[in-house]
């Protein structure tokens, strides 16, 4: 599968004003991001302290001569000062006055409006634009955020987005911090890969850029992400190869995923080989592949061949990584000590990082095993928890058969500073897993 025919990436640093304040960062953060596009396979312009009418033509003949393949994908990048005028945000060039001045600022301001009536003239499937400046996104819908979608999905539908790295009102740093996570989040230094499957969408740089800069700077300065206002333009998702460390690691990824595409390939561990982190359990101990007393796992007479035992109330805490997309298990309460014939039962509850993933209802000896499927998708910390009602008699609990699953997976394993593939069958992945998880990279093909 090759994602893109071409990429183009247009890069804009204003730092020398004529009366709007001066910049000292503009430039600089242009220069390393053209760099780090320029590693990243992307073809360059990069363009340097432009007035009204130099960044206008940038702009018609970038989307217009650049975009003309419908295959390709566009990536803009400006610095510099950001205005909002009631409710419009404006570019502000080089030569740009005071809004005091109003005609002479309409006419050499760049409005977003007419930036997304550029954007709409290129025929590229995928156009992303971050603005390194801070005024109120009126072109487009502000983004919540979701669970990434499969790549082969998303590449394959038109969308123009962009993101702002403050709103309306802010005061945004000229010190480099936007830049600098946005280029170590495109080398693989930073968690915007949330899905853990190599790529890096504009959705998910839209999550952790917000996400950190409203840490970094206690929400004085908040980025705002979306996706234009047009049902034309609102469905796809721009990608960018995201853990791949050199030119040669890409186009490995890329040869593999287009071999891959169309096969079936699902990878599964076996939760029970896993050691987990933490353990509590509310009587007796953790016991793996049998009940307290030895004897196989059985939920309301049906035996399985693997299972966690663990009395009420218990947690027990596995790490994940994000390397897994589905968490399986039969769930119900088990025979313990002696023949129960009472008990009010318990409720499981799968935990990931911290955020409540599914809860069962109160299942007790009565009720037959309940298959159950979470999905993981980004999940670095598993936590599962059992509850009992009001006392704790005959609230044995079983997850029965707990397995964790990578689909469409291609095991790869980092060897000497870069990612090599591994030909491993299913059945060794687990073990694989389990001897060193550190290691262990599942790539999502979708």
């Not at 409005?111 to 109120?136: E, M, N, P, W």
């Not at 983004?143 to 499969?150: D, H, L, Q």
Request: charged fraction near 25%; charge should be neutral.
């Amino acid at each position: 599968m090759q994602l893109y025919s071409n990429s183009f990436a247009l890069v804009i640093g204003i730092d020398n004003y004529d009366i709007w304040p001066r910049l000292s960062q503009a430039i600089a953060d242009a220069e390393m991001v053209a760099s780090v596009l320029e590693g990243k396979g992307f073809e360059v312009i990069l363009k340097k302290n432009l007035n009204g009418r130099d960044l206008e033509t940038a702009f018609e003949d970038f989307f217009i001569d650049k975009g003309a393949s419908p295959e390709a994908r566009l990536f803009v990048w400006y610095a510099g000062h950001g205005h909002t005028v009631d409710g419009e945000g404006y570019l502000i060039p080089a030569d740009g006055v005071f809004e005091t001045d109003r005609s002479t600022f309409l006419k050499r301001s760049v409005s977003l409006r007419d930036f997304g009536k550029y954007s709409r003239l290129a025929q590229a499937k995928h156009v992303y634009t971050i603005f390194d400046s801070c005024f109120a996104g009126t072109i487009f819908n502000v983004a919540r955020s979701s669970p990434p979608p499969a790549i082969t999905r998303v590449t394959s539908e038109p969308v123009r987005q962009f993101l702002t790295s403050g709103d309306a009102g802010q005061t945004v740093s000229d010190d480099g911090t936007f830049a600098r996570l946005f280029v170590e989040s495109l080398e693989g230094k930073r968690r915007a890969d949330l899905n853990a499957d190599g790529y890096v969408t504009a959705e998910e740089l839209g999550v952790f850029l917000t996400s950190s800069i409203s840490n970094y700077t206690n929400n004085k300065q908040v980025p705002r992400y979306g996706k234009l206002r047009d049902p034309n333009f609102d469905r796809g998702d721009f990608v960018f190869i995201g853990r791949a460390e050199s030119r040669q690691d890409r186009e490995m990824i890329q040869k593999d995923t287009a071999r891959q595409v169309g096969a079936r390939s699902i990878s599964t561990v076996d939760l029970t080989k896993l050691k987990p982190t933490h353990v509590s359990v509310g009587w007796e101990t953790l016991s793996i592949n049998k009940d307290s007393r030895g004897f196989p796992i059985k939920i309301k007479g049906k035996l399985f061949q693997s299972g966690i035992w663990a009395h009420a109330e218990s947690r027990l805490i596995y790490s994940l990584s994000r390397r897994f997309d589905k968490f399986e298990a039969n769930i119900g309460l088990s025979w313990h000590q002696w023949d129960c014939t009472g008990g009010d039962g318990a409720i499981f509850i799968v935990m990931g990082d911290g955020r409540p993933l599914y809860s069962s209802r109160v299942m007790n000896l009565s009720v037959p095993a309940e298959q159950i499927s979470v999905d993981v998708s980004g999940v670095k910390e598993l936590e599962l928890v059992t509850k009992m009602r009001n006392g704790n008699l005959c609230d044995a609990t079983v997850w029965a058969d707990p397995r964790l699953i990578a689909k469409h997976a291609v095991m790869w394993f980092k060897r000497n500073g870069h990612f090599a593939k591994n030909e491993i069958s299913e059945s060794e992945v687990s073990n694989e897993y389990s001897k060193n998880q550190t290691e262990f990279h599942p790539r999502v093909q979708g």
